[in-house]
């Protein structure tokens, strides 16, 4: 098969172990993860990009949401109702960002959450923070496992079933005039698999004989399909009663956010369903008629070129050429041993594509993407090191533009993401060109002033309970000059121009700060290099 | 909660439960005096000046529980179709609706707002409000047969029907997702050589929105609170005035990369309007109180930064100017009557304050709101919510609209009538384009420009819809 053959060169580096520099070795480690620590950049220079990867894949996972929060007693009842509360929930995600081991998949998941998306803003009743971690578990535990095993874990979430309303979901009722709720099945096919259009492996849309674009399904097909969603409910199982004094109703344990939900076949619509050419006879039943439509959904050709193209958005540049799509696609497809849905193939597509890997071209002004706010602030703290004074990292909902960070991890406004994967910014060169930029949607006059303050702050302060520690850097904080180049390798691959450096490190002298100054003062001075290059534009965007 | 805000709380529910005992326009009765004195404020201010306030509803509001059908008949038959989320009728009784003139709709109905909805009623009453009945995304005028045709080349149906996010930007911009030119913004076009300042033509006080953004006008990007300033440049806290003079470089230079460079256009044009208006919004009294329903209010904030925007239009020299508002969370899906309520309430509360703001400053008579959401929903329930619809509702604002009537053409209140595609997914029988091209000959459009602003509107009857 021809999509075999261009899957494999993918796989290898194109710049051999040895002769890599440690700039090439940080550019791919800060598409792959969110940092680049100096044992990261050796073992990548030594061993290779593949065997970097291999490595990350077989690595565990740290500790999960779920046992976070119940090490730091978030599953506590007490009579302040904080099984109501949904901070938690912030304090969890941060902690996985920004703290815990096993980046890769920690950055293969947060891409993952920007595709398949919930988020805490509408979450209520009880254990928000347990729904969220359990839903951010399920995407770290299967960010290296199959495409398919993922969407039905996504389907039957409790939190998904919140969120998009499987859960309660009932069957239709001649009586009353119900009809199944249709949001699930409506997005699970637009959002979650194929999208709206019927697309070329390579990422383009189909055209028909008169030169229009083909949807992939229209509203029966939404309608039939919403059958299929009926009936699920949270599993109550394992979840225990528990009477309190300081309420008339039992307050619930926390079960029930981790397991999938259950079906009731009294409540599931027995009705034929028929969508995207697969009918699915009267009468099947639930679990059949879920793995029925999951299947086709997952084999639908449009899904490699549609979560492919994506996650090259999410992880490397915002606009691949069809070409590098046709390869991630092709990956998707097929792992190399006829896998289909193989996620690590996947992130080996994406990442060593030698479309990723070509070196910067400084006359191709529109390459790389805008970093989102929450990587800048996750390669900031994992590169300075960041310390929890009292463990309970008490950082919390982000996600104002004009007094926070102007986004915060599993706090998208809707199911449709911080920004679309086709966003064009109006009025600028990047419009003029035809091209995307995404993460630009984020970016406005209130933003970016308020990112600057928020950073002034933070990078100096920390946030509560959670410091920077600077340990890295702190032997020579008197020196700008080693400051700047050693910020510049970490944090922007060398991406800093020489002009820049040397703008920044200037500045930096006038703060006089010796071997000798007090701690406060390197501090100082670390934090306004910080400050420098985390609002350099050349930083901003990553190439 | 902190204490501050607890404390606010009960002080206002004091004050709510006062006016209470005043009986049902306990909510509605500064409004309702504020309406008596509308009419000797108008006399007063009569600048050339004149905006619009585009109110955009996330997600798409389920316009058959914001304007009900309250007649017996037709509300039994709301009844069969709605289960579970109806309101009783007697549920209504108390924000039904007269219109100032007789009018007879479809089917004989009769409306009522939503009980939670009383201010609306109010503003009806007064006819400052004016409901326009069934209009959405249309490229030519649609008859169900024509809809289910297989002909699109014959019959075009605007592209991704149903799906959020398209359909936002086709009420915005009429394309779908993609699209960089909307028509507030091509608006803003005709209007920048007006306006001392070109960039306070189109403002958003919601973050990115196509709707305002032009040709040649940008979108300018205001937070509730106002423009914010970059700190560091007045404060260097632990860094040094050398530290904020490079800050100042780095993110201000003209970069060869492009994205690079865009985001050094943005830093200086945050920067330069920063001075500008904060300079002119500090100088703008206003005493409406934004905030008469306990509990936080997104919606009513932003349009409280509008209404000190038009309160600064002389010191900023703006003669025309198109604003955008929103509030997310429509898509109501499940656990629609609870979270309807909370919504719509804040409706309610915000586009009565903008209006009595704009009774404050003089100028109600030359601002006009209107409110916009992703589609309508199905009239059919899923045992505790709506799905994706089409055509909808929407509600135009101001001293200038000829409010107390409804406009377009009521839908039968059903699931198998010719004016819908099934489960009372509303076939609209007014296009966006109309309701739009009304709101831009009232905003001093000339005839001639109306189809640059509007392109598919040749296709449609060209009379104004007479709501403004």
């Known amino acids: 098969m021809a999509v075999l053959v261009e899957s494999r060169p993918a796989m290898k580096a194109s710049i051999a172990p040895g002769k890599m520099t440690e700039a090439d070795a940080a550019r791919f480690l800060l598409r792959a993860q969110f940092s680049a620590s100096d044992a990261d950049i050796a073992f990548v220079r030594a061993h290779g990009y593949a065997a970097w990867l291999d490595q990350q894949f077989a690595s565990p996972r740290g500790q999960t949401g779920v046992d976070w929060l119940t090490a730091h007693k978030h599953d506590a009842i007490d009579k302040d109702a904080h099984y109501f509360w949904p901070q938690a929930g912030d304090y969890m995600i941060w902690n996985q960002i920004l703290a815990q081991p096993g980046e890769m998949r920690l950055r293969a998941a947060y891409a993952l959450s920007q595709f398949f998306v919930i988020s805490l803003n509408p979450i209520d009743g009880y254990w928000p923070p347990y729904i969220m971690a359990a839903w951010w578990d399920l995407l770290a535990d299967g960010a290296f496992g199959n495409f398919r095993d993922l969407l039905e874990r996504v389907t039957l979430n409790a939190g998904m079933g919140m969120y998009l309303n499987t859960k309660g979901n009932l069957k239709e009722d001649k009586a009353t005039g119900r009809q199944p709720d249709e949001n699930y099945a409506r997005e699970v096919m637009q959002l979650f698999t194929i999208g709206l259009r019927m697309l070329n492996p390579d990422g383009t849309e189909k055209l028909d004989a008169s030169g229009r674009p083909i949807d992939t399904y229209g509203q029966d097909d939404i309608t039939n399909l919403s059958r299929v969603f009926t009936g699920y409910d949270h599993d109550m199982r394992r979840t225990r009663n528990i009477t309190v004094p300081w309420q008339n109703f039992p307050v619930i344990t926390h079960e029930f956010c981790v397991d999938p939900m259950r079906l009731d076949p009294g409540k599931h619509s027995n009705l034929a369903v028929s969508f995207c050419g697969t009918t699915i006879p009267a009468d099947t039943p639930g679990k059949d008629a879920l793995k029925t439509a999951l299947d086709t959904l997952f084999h639908h050709p449009n899904v490699g070129p549609f979560f492919g193209k994506q996650m090259i958005q999410r992880l490397v540049t915002s606009n691949p050429s069809p070409a590098y799509v046709r390869r991630v696609a092709a990956a998707f497809d097929d792992n190399g041993s006829g896998v289909r849905g193989d996620l690590k193939a996947v992130w080996r597509a994406v990442l060593t594509d030698p479309e990723a890997l070509a070196a910067v071209d400084p006359a191709d002004t529109l390459s790389g993407k805008l970093r989102e706010p929450v990587l800048r602030l996750a390669s900031w703290a994992r590169t300075v090191g960041l310390h929890s004074e009292t463990g309970d990292f008490v950082m919390h909902d982000l996600s104002r533009s004009d007094n926070a960070l102007g986004q915060s991890p599993l706090r998208s406004p809707s199911v449709f993401n911080f920004y679309r994967p086709g966003f064009v910014p109006a009025h600028t060169a990047i419009a003029g060109a035809h091209r995307l930029a995404p993460e630009f949607q984020l970016q406005n006059e209130t933003s970016v002033a308020g990112y600057i303050n928020f950073l002034q702050w933070v990078i100096r302060w920390g946030y509560t309970d959670v410091k920077p520690t600077y340990d890295p850097l702190r032997d020579f904080a008197h020196d700008p000059e080693r400051v700047v180049t050693w910020l510049n390798l970490h944090l922007a691959a060398d991406q800093l121009s020489p002009q820049t450096c040397g703008l920044i490190a200037t500045a930096l002298a006038s703060k006089q700060v010796t071997p000798d100054s007090p701690d406060g003062h390197k501090l100082d001075m670390l934090a306004s290099a910080c400050l420098l290059v985390l609002s350099a534009p050349e930083y901003l965007v990553q190439k | ?468």
Request: proline share 5%.
């Open chain 2, 1 to 468: 909660m902190s204490g501050p805000y607890l404390h606010k709380d009960i002080s206002r529910r004091t004050l709510l439960a006062r006016a209470g005992q005043l009986g049902f326009l306990g909510a509605g009765a500064p409004l309702a005096m504020n309406l008596a004195s509308a009419a000797e404020a108008a006399a007063v201010g009569a600048d050339d000046y004149r905006a619009l306030v585009c109110v955009f509803l996330y997600g798409g509001n389920d316009h058959g529980n914001t304007l009900v059908p309250y007649d017996p008949v037709n509300h039994s038959r709301y009844l069969g179709i709605r289960g579970g989320v109806a309101f009783q009728r007697k549920d209504l009784d108390k924000t039904a609706l007269t219109p100032i003139r007789a009018q007879t709709l479809t089917d004989d109905l009769h409306y009522a707002f939503a009980p939670y909805c009383p201010r609306l009623k109010v503003l009806f009453d007064g006819g400052k409000l004016a409901p326009l009945l069934n209009v959405g995304s249309l490229i030519t005028p649609l008859t169900l047969a024509q809809y289910k045709s297989s002909n699109r080349a014959l019959y075009p149906t605007p592209p991704k029907l149903f799906s959020h996010n398209d359909q936002q930007c086709t009420w915005q911009a009429m394309g779908s997702e993609g699209s960089t030119v909307g028509w507030g913004g091509r608006l803003g076009d005709l209007a920048l050589a007006g306006n001392d300042h070109a960039l306070l033509t189109c403002i958003s006080a919601s973050g990115n929105a196509v709707f305002v953004s032009g040709n040649k006008a940008l979108q300018y990007q205001i937070s509730p609170s106002g423009a914010i300033a970059v700190k560091p440049f007045k404060e260097p806290e632990y860094g040094s005035p050398a530290i904020s003079e490079a800050l100042h470089q780095l993110i201000t230079q003209p970069r060869q990369h492009a994205m690079e460079n865009e985001l050094t256009i943005l830093a200086r044009r945050s920067i330069e309007m920063e001075g500008i208006v904060n300079g002119a919004l500090d100088k703008v009294t206003l005493q409406t109180n934004f905030d008469t329903v306990p509990g936080p209010n997104s919606l009513a904030d932003q349009f409280k930064i509008v209404a000190r925007l038009i309160g600064a239009r002389k010191e900023l020299g703006a003669k025309r100017q198109v604003f955008f508002v929103s509030l997310d969370g429509f898509d109501q899906h499940s656990n629609l009557v609870a979270k309807h309520s909370e919504l719509m309430g804040k409706v309610d509360e915000a586009l009565a304050a903008f209006y009595v703001a704009t009774v404050e400053m003089g100028v109600q008579r030359q601002v006009t709101a209107f409110t916009a959401s992703d589609f309508g929903r199905t009239l059919a329930n899923n045992g505790d919510g709506s799905d994706h619809g089409w055509g909808s509702h929407h509600y135009v604002v101001g001293g200038a609209v000829h409010g107390g009537h409804y406009y377009g053409t009521a839908p039968h209140v059903s699931v198998d009538t010719d004016d819908q595609v099934g489960q009372g997914r509303l076939l609209p029988s007014t296009s966006i384009d109309q309701y739009a091209a009304t709101l831009a000959r009232w905003f001093g459009v000339p005839d001639s420009e109306i189809a640059t602003v509007l392109p598919n509107i040749g296709n449609f009857d060209r009379t104004p819809l007479g709501f403004v």
